[in-house]
């Protein structure tokens, strides 16, 4: 497959990311629907975590399979894993002691509660959210930081598909790559809905330039990845960034589980958590019932 028609794969994987981004402009006070959205977001995150731990794991369970077998030694064993706990480590710990630095920040003088709230697709409430991570000078709202975290790790994640979409295309697996950019497009058209799920707790609704930015973010690595997965494939660059992805995408699902917590109506974070994990599985199975 030539240069051109991989990279273009490559874009339409990670483009359908944009489908889902609009829904951060809805202002609607509907808020049980939004509590669902909210938890379905966090089911497809929750699924994210998963499917990007497994991959990242491959090549560990690889070189332990060859230990059992004698035809080969711990060297990679011991190198992958410290790869895949350093980057999950990392991931996590990382956004962690940025938060922490935003807690030690001067907090401005908040509004009352409830004013000037506006509703959008999340659960989240303005002052539920400032309270998790109080605003601080860069101009960004506190709903803000946490969406553009979720698409960094989100990011970090297509990067790692990308690798893959471009292996299999320099390897010649036309098939195989074409079945990976069906599977990796669907995924990306949801998880743009989970990339603008906090943005329910900024009063002001989202620009579509910030949007468009978030889509970048979260999208672009996708192309990034296939343009250098053609060229050559690297397992180890590979565990680096998915559990590099793992670790900040696990970061902001405990922050949403514990906003959504404290949003009553809890029946709805089961059942938008379980709809979202669907959601997730189903897009894997089609890629699995594909061969790929």
């Not at 996708?222 to 670790?247: H, K, M, N, W, Y």
């Amino acid at each position: 497959m030539s240069e051109t028609r991989t990279l273009i794969l490559g874009f339409i994987a990670g483009a359908t990311i944009l489908i889902g981004l609009p829904v951060g402009r809805l202002r609607r006070p509907m808020p049980g629907v939004r509590q669902f959205l909210n938890a379905t977001a966090i089911g497809i995150l929750i699924f994210l975590v998963w499917d990007v731990l497994a991959h990242a794991w491959e090549p560990l369970d690889a070189a332990l399979s060859k230990v059992h077998d004698h035809s080969g030694g711990l060297g990679p064993v011991f190198g992958y894993g410290t790869l895949f706990l350093g980057g999950l480590s990392i991931g996590l710990l990382s956004l962690l002691g940025y938060e922490r630095v935003l807690i030690r920040r001067p907090t401005p003088p908040q509004p009352e509660p409830g004013a000037g709230a506006r509703f959008g697709p999340g659960a989240m409430a303005a002052d539920e959210l400032a309270t998790l991570q109080p605003p601080a000078t860069t101009g960004l709202s506190a709903a803000r930081r946490l969406a553009l975290t979720i698409a960094v790790g989100i990011g970090l994640h297509n990067f790692g598909e990308g690798l893959a979409i471009g292996g299999s295309a320099g390897r010649g697996e036309i098939t195989l790559a074409t079945l990976l950019v069906i599977g990796f497009a669907l995924h990306n058209a949801t998880e743009g809905f989970g990339i603008v799920a906090p943005l329910a707790a900024d009063a002001d609704r989202p620009s579509w330039g910030f949007l468009l930015l978030t889509g970048l973010i979260g999208g672009g690595p996708t192309l990034i990845g296939t343009a250098i997965g053609r060229q050559f494939t690297s397992d180890p660059l590979s565990v680096i960034f998915l559990s590099l992805a793992a670790g900040s995408i696990l970061y902001v699902v405990i922050q949403l589980i514990g906003i959504a917590s404290r949003a009553g109506r809890r029946e709805l974070l089961y059942l938008g958590v379980l709809a979202g994990l669907a959601a997730g599985f189903i897009t894997d199975a089609i890629v699995t019932a594909g061969g790929a």
